[in-house]
């Protein structure tokens, strides 16, 4: 299903936005705020208020600490002594903090030094940081630097009283960072006080905002956010809109990168058997299973081979000649958690196999897919990627996740995404991003829209939507999902969605009528009442794929359910934003046949 934007249907594949055929993610233009001021004038509890309001994944706090010039012995020994300046602007490695702030500009994977207070020194040990999608810099000479500043989308200045700000720090030094009375007195008297007067105070002329009075300015600081708010707003609609432009026909779908599992009887009879009410839990996972190898072996058709360096003696004696061998490592990456439900049949293939995980969730109310975190092994150079999701509707999940592990140093013609079920819109978003990328799918929605479907949002609809009624009519979302042990299996949940209207002038109001047609013609309009959004959230977050909880929803056996009962939060999220609303009654528990398997290995990078 299209979840991002009215999707021409590939007859009339006409639209040539050749602006579009790129993908930028959120965090290649992270929205950048300094906030500078006195030591203990309170920059970080500022800092930190404004994380904990605005409440974006992937907010990096990025303290200009960490860039303090590295000591020689002799300058650790005066600063131990109290005697070290480490208030001018010449402490700081000005450069490294500049290149720091740019390579997270440009999105790129950073390394951030640790810096220890107690030894006057940096650890040695290394912060990565990755797809931030704000960045705070906190520090007394973050509004400094031109260069820095003119990274920066607000500046921000706290205006604390040098007295507070001197009673701050005494207790501060002496609590958290270890240091004796008399030696902090020293240190304020003979450099902090001289330099915060003369050389950190001027930058509050560099600011946008100042806050008087520090974090005790709620009001001053409900107002930052507000703005901030709407900042990032904005660029959250021009990344949906970005992404809905990915999923336009800028060239009819070019199939020599898909491969779709021929209708074979054979594996059409495994999809009978799993539609198939009659069919057994372990019968169930068994044949899911059994689809899955089918799909990996296909995407392992793609991992390059060359001659065995050697000749092969068989137990007979006889010598083969032309003997091949594997020549690419293969490492596999989920977006968790519906690409999961591979592993099992991913680790009877390739038992070593070393898997990474990317976690991306749609926001619940506008649908713009976000990277929440990232588990990636270290890639070497030339292997092949496997990257797992159980469906791709709208692509933009799958969008992100190549994009993340392009950025990890992997080549776009060695990424191969499985995938269980997907939209012809969705592989067209994905290949328009990333052109030399290779798709292996099971079921790929109709290429030419059928009699009554008219487009893939009713095909994907109908998949999802099978036989998912009540006897009252009540429709019931159905999912086949990865549970907490790693098996397909189904939840169950009847519906209750409010219509309301679309969202006049956001880049999503297209897609929200259209959602609310959809959900119209499939029996949803009763409910509470929700704001429109929320019910694109719906369609979104399923359609995306986001929602760590959704899996394969094609095969579907509505008498397979289990109780809803679990605590991740965006499964409630999820469930809330979603107003797919869970009754006791209607969910039963589907008891387990099997006894959990062993977990999986995340590779950290
Ligand atoms: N409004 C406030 N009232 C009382 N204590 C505060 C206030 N704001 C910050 N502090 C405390 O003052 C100390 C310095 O604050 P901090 O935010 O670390 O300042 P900075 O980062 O500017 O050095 C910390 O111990 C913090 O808990
Ligand atoms: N080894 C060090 C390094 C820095 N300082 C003091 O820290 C102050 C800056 O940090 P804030 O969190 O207070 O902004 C700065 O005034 C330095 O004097 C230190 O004491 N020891």
Not at 22 to 30: A, C, E, F, G, V
Not at 317 to 329: L, S, Y
Request: proline residues 6%; charged residues 20%.
């Amino acid at each position: 299903m299209s979840a991002l934007s009215p999707q021409p249907s590939s007859k009339s594949a006409t639209h040539t936005d050749l602006q579009a055929n790129k993908y930028i993610p959120p965090w290649t233009s992270p929205y950048i705020i300094g906030v500078a001021g006195f030591s203990g004038s309170g920059k970080t509890t500022v800092a930190q208020k404004i994380i904990e309001q605005i409440n974006e994944p992937w907010t990096v706090l990025l303290s200009m600490d960490n860039f303090y010039k590295p000591l020689t012995p002799e300058q650790r020994e005066l600063a131990y002594q109290n005697e070290y300046d480490f208030d001018t602007p010449e402490a700081y490695d000005l450069e490294g903090f500049y290149n720091c702030i740019i390579s997270l500009k440009e999105g790129k994977k950073t390394q951030v030094p640790v810096y220890s207070f107690a030894l006057h020194n940096r650890t040695g040990e290394n912060i990565s940081i990755y797809g931030a999608n704000v960045i705070i810099v906190e520090g007394i000479y973050s509004l400094y630097d031109p260069k820095v500043l003119a990274l920066m989308d607000t500046k921000i200045y706290v205006d604390t009283d040098l007295d507070i700000c001197y009673c701050r720090r005494l207790l501060r030094d002496i609590v958290e960072r270890k240091r004796d009375i008399e030696g902090i007195i020293e240190q304020w008297e003979k450099f902090v006080k001289p330099s915060s007067v003369a050389s950190v105070k001027p930058t509050m002329y560099n600011a946008d905002i100042v806050i008087p009075h520090g974090s005790d300015n709620t009001k001053a600081i409900d107002m930052i956010i507000k703005h901030i708010r709407k900042q990032l707003q904005k660029k959250s609609e021009e990344h949906l809109a970005h992404l809905a432009g990915l999923g336009r026909v800028v060239v009819p779908l070019k199939y020599d990168n898909i491969k779709v599992l021929p209708k074979t009887n054979q594996l059409l009879g495994m999809k009978s058997i799993i539609l198939n009410r009659e069919t057994s839990n372990d019968d169930f996972i068994f044949y899911f299973d059994r689809i899955a190898s089918t799909l990996i072996s296909e995407a392992l058709e793609l991992v390059h081979y060359s001659p065995a360096p050697y000749d092969i003696i068989t137990p007979s004696g006889h010598r083969i000649t032309d003997g091949v061998v594997q020549a690419q490592e293969v490492v596999a990456v989920n977006i968790i958690k519906s690409g999961d439900c591979f592993m099992r049949s991913l680790r009877k293939i390739i038992p070593e196999a070393i898997v990474g995980k990317v976690l991306i969730q749609s926001d619940s109310q506008t649908g713009e897919p976000q990277l929440h975190t990232e588990r990636l092994p270290q890639f070497s150079p030339g292997c092949k990627v496997l990257l797992f999701d159980a469906q791709v509707i709208s692509g933009a999940a799958a969008t992100m996740a190549v994009k993340v592990i392009l950025d990890h140093g992997v080549e776009e013609s060695e990424i191969v995404l499985v995938v269980y079920l997907a939209s012809e819109t969705g592989l067209r978003r994905i290949l328009n991003a990333f052109p030399n990328v290779k798709i292996v799918v099971g079921n790929l929605s109709a290429v030419e829209p059928k009699e009554g479907q008219d487009n893939d949002t009713d095909w994907w609809m109908s998949m999802r939507f099978i036989d998912a009624r009540r006897d009252d009519g009540t429709p019931i979302f159905i999912n086949v999902e990865t549970d907490r042990y790693g098996l397909p299996t189904l939840s169950l949940r009847p519906m209750a969605v409010t219509l309301g209207k679309p969202d006049v002038g956001s880049p999503m109001a297209d897609e929200q009528s259209r959602a609310v047609a959809m959900m119209s013609k499939f029996g949803c309009g009763s409910g509470r009442d929700l704001p429109i959004s929320a019910i694109s959230g719906t369609i979104m977050r399923a359609a995306t794929v986001c929602d760590t909880n959704v899996a394969m929803t094609s095969t579907i056996m509505p008498n397979r359910h289990r109780t809803v009962n679990r605590a991740e939060p965006s499964s409630l999220a999820w469930i809330a934003s979603a107003m797919v609303l869970s009754s006791p009654e209607t969910v039963t528990a589907f008891p387990r046949a099997r006894p959990p398997i062993a977990s999986m290995t995340i590779v950290h990078g």
